[in-house]
């Protein structure tokens, strides 16, 4: 089992930033890939960004890309969304997950139902 603590949320004006954490504890080493979701009221959970284990190798949804960056530190097991020029349509539940399944193209992680464990969620809203 995977355990995952988001932190870092919070209400943050239009334009500012924010970096949002997540912690990894548990068998980390069946960790695959690691990814950041928001779900805002009344739609579906929209992918946001997945690193893999294996090569760090990043990948954006083509709506984040510039503003929003995913890291890691693996020698605390954390995950990290910086996320810049923050506008109010930011404003969302933010969910970081964990896969335990191998992909040889990072598109597969743009899919929720590919990732096995999941945190319980962050509030980030951006007023305007």
């Known amino acids: 089992q995977v355990q995952l603590v988001e932190s870092g949320g919070g209400l943050v004006q239009a334009g500012g930033s924010l970096r949002l954490s997540c912690a990894a504890s548990g068998r980390t080493s069946s960790i695959y890939a690691m990814g950041w979701f928001r779900q805002a009221p009344g739609q579906e959970r929209e992918f946001l960004a997945a690193i893999l284990s294996r090569d760090g190798a990043t990948y954006y949804a083509d709506s984040m890309k510039g503003r929003f960056t995913i890291s890691r530190d693996s020698a605390k097991n954390t995950l990290y969304l910086q996320m810049n020029s923050l506008k109010p349509e930011d404003t969302a539940v933010y969910y970081c997950?964990?896969?335990?399944?191998?992909?040889?193209?990072?598109?597969?992680?743009?899919?929720?139902?590919?990732?096995?464990?999941w945190g319980q969620g962050t509030q980030v809203t951006v007023s305007s």
């Open positions: 997950a964990a896969s335990r399944s191998y992909y040889t193209r990072a598109f597969y992680y743009s899919t929720p139902h590919n990732f096995d464990y």
